[in-house]
């Protein structure tokens, strides 16, 4: 069974910067597609980048478009999320997510597989 862990959150000012990393525990992921989540409190979870691992587009939600890139190395077995120019409505819990079963790139029931979080907190 698949697993994924995250890490690289933590708190910074507004601004800032943060790299968030998905650890594949297995080279399963060979044609699937995986994204970026971030839930905040008392909020739905939502999309916030996707790619497809065989390639071709990513998409990033209209909130983060421009100042996050989602990536994926291989040889690494892990996916990341390059965040810049953090803002404070960008604090919530983050989670990566794989097994995408065709549905939309942004909908949480699209994937079956997912991370335990990493936090992101962005301070004014």
């Known amino acids: 069974q698949v697993q994924l862990v995250e890490s690289g959150g933590g708190s910074v000012q507004a601004g800032g910067s943060l790299r968030l990393s998905c650890v594949v525990s297995?080279?399963?992921?060979?044609?699937?597609?995986m994204g970026w989540f971030r839930q905040a409190p008392g909020k739905e979870r939502e999309g916030v980048a996707s790619?497809?691992?065989?390639?071709?587009?990513?998409y990033y939600s209209t909130s983060v478009m421009g100042r996050f890139t989602i990536s994926l190395v291989n040889a690494d077995s892990t996916l990341y999320l390059q965040m810049n120019g953090l803002k404070p409505e960008d604090t919530a819990t983050y989670y990566c997510?794989?097994?995408?079963?065709?549905?939309?790139?942004?909908?949480?029931?699209?994937?079956?597989?997912w991370g335990q979080g990493t936090q992101v907190t962005v301070s004014s």
């Open positions: 297995k080279n399963t992921y060979n044609n699937d597609r």
């Open positions: 997510a794989a097994g995408w079963n065709g549905g939309s790139w942004f909908n949480s029931h699209s994937y079956i597989t």
């Open positions: 790619l497809y691992t065989g390639g071709g587009t990513t």
